[in-house]
């Protein structure tokens, strides 16, 4: 079940103060209808999906089979979940989704082609439920407002011109993306990601994934800001390496931003790279690529524990603040967001979100004032 608690956490922890002390986090925010129907239609689908006949023979055959052995992964699933006095069918109910989650969708495509048409038929209905034509028109209109706004703010920075020529060529590209056929998008690949992405930046073909948690956002003007944040990974210090010539153009603020008076933005640990080499665990290529690029984190390293580097999602966040200072609609509500109490794993490439939310964002000059922030921090400015 952990999709629907990763989806509970998010609506509880998005609507339930952080308790920071900043004109942001300091008023209620009303309860997102949108997101919220979308956890309730998720765990109602889910369950209706891995009932269908297809799909609930496999997962009752697999749980017979592990009880019948008498297996501990049986055991331990129902420990995680307190089952011990759970009925029957609540154990199978749940199994179900457990099986669907991490054996249907998170293994396609299957051998059973039936299922597979399943798989499709849920995810493209789902997907148009939720992002139907109006709710996209919205999404995208408060995407082309961020990438003008951007634009506007890269013309106005104290840059080399061929610098600054390159991120204009590069951010002026950028187009959201959207899922039209399962068989051929991206999530065919990992179809519950349908449902974990948010709005994400994609490199290679210098697009903004659009999964169904875009609808987390509680407001266009958070909306706006954080498409802001994404348009400024196109160009943070990781990209720059693998898609610009030249001197990175904001070495200044990311020093400032690895400071003790903004967000502390932490260095990448290379400690355990070596030994990962040796193991085998790490190729030598790949090794020295991340050495040649001290800000890049890759899924291979570091490993979930080993800090990664924070700078690329500082940087990102002060992009979002450059851009959305100018934006004529900046209010309360921006960035609203960053007032969830979230705890980071350990290693995280965030610093924490009151850092992001003061340091960063509130500490813009012209954010400040227009919002009435007087809490301290240090403006990384250019």
Known sequence: MRLLSLGLFLLINFYTKGGFSNPICSQPIAVNKKFQNLLNARDTELGKFSNKKEIA?????????????????????????????????????????????????????????????????????????????????????VFHKAKSLAIHKIKSFKIKADQKSQILSRVSAIKLYWMKKFESSKFKKQPLEVFSW????????????????????????????????????????????????????????????????????????????????????????????????????????PPIGVQSDQAPESFADWFSAEVTSEYKYLSGNTRTDLCASKKLRVGSSYPTNNFRLERIFLSHPKIRKTLKFKGEGQYCSL
């Not at 592990?66 to 609540?90: C, H, Q």
């Not at 709710?135 to 209109?141: C, F, L, M, S, T």
């Not at 987390?216 to 909306?223: F, W």
């Not at 990209?239 to 990311?254: D, H, L, P």
């Open 57 to 141: 023979a496999k997962a009752d055959h697999t749980l017979s089979t592990l009880i019948a052995a008498k297996s501990k992964i049986i055991g331990n699933w129902m420990n995680k979940r307190v089952l011990g006095n759970a009925t029957e069918a609540d154990i199978v109910k749940q199994w179900r989704v457990y099986y669907a989650q991490n054996f249907v969708l998170g293994k396609y495509p299957n051998k059973d082609q039936k299922v597979n048409q399943l798989i499709k038929e849920f995810i493209e209905n789902f997907y148009s439920q939720f992002l139907p034509k109006k709710e996209k028109g919205r999404i995208q209109a």
């Open 198 to 301: 948010g709005v994400a930046y994609d490199p290679a073909p210098n697009e903004i994934n659009i999964g169904l948690e875009v609808l987390q956002y509680s407001s266009d003007e958070t909306l706006f800001a954080v498409f802001a944040h994404e348009i400024g990974h196109s160009f943070d210090p990781c990209r720059w390496g693998a898609f610009f010539k030249g001197s990175f153009a904001f070495e200044k603020v990311i020093t400032c931003l690895r400071g003790k008076n903004s967000v502390q933005a932490k260095k990448r640990d290379d400690s355990k790279m070596k030994k990962m080499v040796q193991a085998g665990k790490l190729s030598k290529e790949l090794a020295m690529a991340l050495k040649l690029n001290p800000t890049c984190n890759k899924i291979q390293y």
